[in-house]
């Protein structure tokens, strides 16, 4: 079953403008993650954002991450088309010693120059 | 540093058909999965190993079976290939809760 499911499905923008991209899950967790995979690769990792942190930067990257209301948002400044890819939110089942992450189905991100 | 390598990238089975695929990390992970990846499906668990020589159940076992008999590889077996099992294969591998690194897939094809 999905944990994670990320909205929209698809999101297309012009190069230059801001990708927002929101992630939500049902099961309390210990961090929340984010991967984009580029057509036809392995996913890459992004983000890592731990359960008592509620914001992250990274470059051009910005995660929030709400635990009250089970949600997460992956916001992508200033959008090139080198970022087309889909996006995808991954979480760890709870419980000590449990890694094993579960992806939403992801957002398609299409940014035409 | 390879990474996260599988073998083979594509492979075309008929129906009932045996084969097994290979993922080999060289990062020194305790933990390896392998992950399938369908059209409007994302990426579902299949079977995942915590250890040399420890394997569990992930989502959608049926028709699959894993070993891993070195800490570095993670095999991957289809005993008899269904074309339900068309899709693309992922490994990745991990130490402990931190990021994946995933190899870059097995298209594989059942006919």
């Known amino acids: 079953s999905q944990q994670g ?3 929209p499905q ?3 923008i012009q190069e230059g403008e801001n990708a927002t991209m929101n992630c939500s899950y049902k099961t309390s967790i210990n961090n929340l993650q984010w991967y984009r ?8 990792h992004l983000i890592l954002i731990r359960s008592n942190e509620r914001e992250k930067h990274s470059g051009r990257l910005r995660v929030t991450l709400d635990t009250s209301k089970k949600s997460s948002s992956l916001l992508i400044t200033a959008s090139r088309a080198a970022d087309t890819a889909s996006y995808f939110c991954a979480t760890p089942p709870g419980g000590a010693g449990s890694y094993q992450l579960t992806f939403g189905k992801g957002t398609k991100l299409s940014v035409i120059p | 540093n390879a990474g996260v390598t599988q073998t083979p990238k594509f492979r075309v089975l ?3 058909q045996s084969m097994t695929l290979l993922c080999a990390q060289d990062m020194n992970h305790e933990y390896m999965y392998w992950y ?3 059209p409007g499906m994302g990426l579902r668990l299949i079977h995942y190993s915590v250890g040399e020589g420890t394997t569990a159940k992930g989502e959608v076992p049926d028709g699959y079976n894993v070993s891993r008999l070195k800490k570095q590889n993670f095999l991957l077996g289809l005993e008899s290939a269904a074309p339900s099992q068309t899709s693309v294969y992922f490994c990745a591998s991990s130490y402990a809760d931190l990021p994946l690194h995933f190899g870059n897939g097995t298209r594989l094809t059942v006919t």
């Open chain 1, 5 to 7: 499911e990320e909205d």
């Open chain 1, 10 to 12: 698809a999101l297309s």
């Open chain 1, 37 to 44: 995979q580029n057509s036809g690769r392995g996913l890459v």
């Open chain 2, 14 to 16: 008929k129906t009932g």
């Open chain 2, 36 to 38: 399938r990846q369908d």
